[in-house]
């Protein structure tokens, strides 16, 4: 198709990410903010955003002109063909997805929006947003279109150029499909679906994600009790096609932008309806279990209690790969830790700054200085490349606590430590003695 006229509101990671791909798949674009400071950053092509790719397609559209940032969205959508709606739905009272935002900027635009221009939800909405949205626009003349996004942090720009599927939904059939082609040159899989199955989607696929996680971490917490390695059944899994790999690795819980606020919408939105969803309560309440038994684990380390114990952190936003704290299971876990009166310094490669209840430095050498046990909670590649010797030379302790199974075990057993996973068998990993 022709290039569109789009104006995506919002310059979160979803926004931000949308809007520079359109651009570069040709589109023109406006990006829209309330952020005046934001704005001026983004206009002079700063990202603040630690995603790889988007602050170099940030560049090329602006230096192409295709891609321009402005301040109050009501003025931007006057001439637009499509309006991207990609603002927070938090977590709100109860659990609930809290769709303030969303509906600000349609009172902001109901009025002016263009006859024929398609209002897109992009952001994660429960069932029944499009019939709402609708409704608040007492115009039959602007179809409202239901288009997921299934970004991930830290690969967002490749899993927007490279998706498994695009999903377009709407009541208005045709809008759907029109939607659906500013995508053509991705050459993906689209799904045309009604609103409310376009909604549901996404939730459904997160929910499942989160499900599998907890699903893991509970076959990690047997192969501790049984013997087994969590790393063989997790291979002798993934090898099965109805199974795959990803989503295999255990952990100390689940957490960041969406999984936490996803799986509580999706538990409200089928109590409304009369569903005991129990199959995701339950995993909800796994990943709360999990997180309480890395804590349990790290006690152990260091002689059962955390009173008084000096613990090193390496890691601290959700994952790797992103500078996102939002609800990441690191801070969840070292929260803990402090209200148990254990002394934290925490090293971060993205997060600098300081934080609550711990000393955040910039060198991750200085996490182990004295500290009698040192705790990996986020799977940064550079930790595997730490002079582990050297850790063991400032630590007081000799317990290194790898939530994530990350490290070489026998490196840091050669280093003179211990080493402690989750689901991996102790026995075999035992430090090496010298013989005299």
């Given at each position: 198709m022709s290039a569109a006229r789009i104006v995506v509101v919002?310059?979160?990671?979803?926004?931000?990410?949308?809007?520079?791909?359109?651009?570069?798949?040709?589109?023109?674009?406006?990006?829209?903010?309330?952020?005046?400071?934001?704005?001026?950053?983004?206009?002079?092509?700063?990202?603040?955003?630690?995603?790889?790719?988007?602050?170099?397609?940030?560049?090329?559209?602006?230096?192409?002109?295709?891609?321009?940032?402005?301040?109050?969205?009501?003025?931007?959508?006057?001439?637009?063909?499509?309006?991207?709606?990609?603002?927070?739905?938090?977590?709100?009272?109860?659990?609930?997805?809290?769709?303030?935002?969303?509906?600000?900027?349609?009172?902001?635009?109901?009025?002016?929006?263009?006859?024929?221009?398609?209002?897109?939800?992009?952001?994660?909405?429960?069932?029944?947003?499009?019939?709402?949205?609708?409704?608040?626009?007492?115009?039959?003349?602007?179809?409202?279109?239901?288009?997921?996004?299934?970004?991930?942090?830290?690969?967002?720009?490749?899993?927007?150029?490279?998706?498994?599927?695009?999903?377009?939904?709407?009541?208005?059939?045709?809008?759907?499909?029109?939607?659906?082609?500013?995508?053509?040159?991705?050459?993906?899989?689209?799904?045309?679906?009604?609103?409310?199955?376009?909604?549901?989607?996404?939730?459904?696929?997160?929910?499942?994600?989160?499900?599998?996680?907890?699903?893991?971490?509970?076959?990690?917490?047997?192969?501790?009790?049984?013997?087994?390695?969590?790393?063989?059944?997790?291979?002798?899994?993934?090898?099965?096609?109805?199974?795959?790999?990803?989503?295999?690795?255990?952990?100390?819980?689940?957490?960041?932008s969406c999984l936490p606020k996803d799986t509580s919408a999706l538990v409200r939105v089928a109590e409304s309806v009369q569903y005991d969803f129990t199959l995701l309560t339950s995993a909800i309440e796994e990943n709360i279990a999990q997180r309480d038994r890395i804590v349990a684990k790290i006690a152990g380390a260091v002689g059962g209690t955390l009173a008084g114990s000096r613990i090193g952190v390496l890691g601290l936003a959700f994952k790797a790969g992103t500078n996102d704290l939002r609800d990441s299971p690191a801070l969840a876990v070292a929260s803990v830790l402090g209200a148990l009166g254990a002394e934290l310094t925490a090293y971060d490669p993205a997060v600098g700054g300081q934080l609550a209840g711990m000393t955040v430095v910039d060198d991750p050498y200085q996490v182990a200085k004295a500290a009698d046990a040192v705790v990996v909670l986020t799977e940064w590649d550079e930790f595997k490349r730490l002079d582990w010797a050297y850790m063991a030379e400032q630590m007081d302790g000799d317990s290194v606590v790898d939530t994530r199974n990350l490290l070489e075990p026998q490196r840091i057993l050669d280093a003179g430590l211990s080493w402690q996973g989750v689901g991996r068998p102790r026995a075999a990993l035992r430090r090496k003695v010298a013989v005299s």
């Open positions: 919002g310059t979160g990671y979803v926004g931000l990410t949308t809007g520079a791909c359109l651009a570069g798949l040709g589109h023109r674009v406006t990006c829209v903010d309330v952020d005046r400071a934001k704005v001026a950053r983004l206009s002079a092509g700063r990202v603040d955003i630690l995603e790889p790719g988007l602050s170099e397609l940030v560049a090329r559209g602006l230096t192409s002109g295709r891609l321009n940032f402005v301040v109050g969205a009501r003025d931007a959508v006057r001439d637009a063909e499509a309006v991207f709606l990609c603002v927070p739905t938090p977590m709100g009272a109860g659990g609930s997805a809290d769709l303030w935002a969303v509906e600000a900027v349609t009172n902001e635009i109901g009025d002016v929006i263009p006859a024929g221009c398609a209002l897109i939800t992009k952001s994660t909405v429960p069932v029944g947003t499009s019939k709402r949205i609708q409704a608040m626009l007492g115009r039959t003349d602007v179809p409202v279109v239901s288009n997921p996004e299934f970004l991930r942090e830290g690969t967002a720009v490749e899993d927007f150029l490279g998706p498994d599927r695009i999903v377009v939904g709407s009541d208005d059939v045709a809008a759907a499909r029109w939607v659906g082609d500013l995508y053509a040159d991705l050459a993906a899989p689209v799904v045309v679906a009604d609103a409310a199955s376009a909604e549901l989607v996404k939730y459904a696929a997160n929910c499942f994600l989160a499900m599998k996680l907890s699903y893991v971490n509970s076959i990690a917490e047997l192969c501790e009790r049984l013997g087994a390695d969590i790393d063989l059944v997790t291979e002798g899994m993934g090898y099965d096609r109805r199974i795959g790999r990803s989503f295999l690795k255990p952990g100390p819980g689940w957490g960041g």
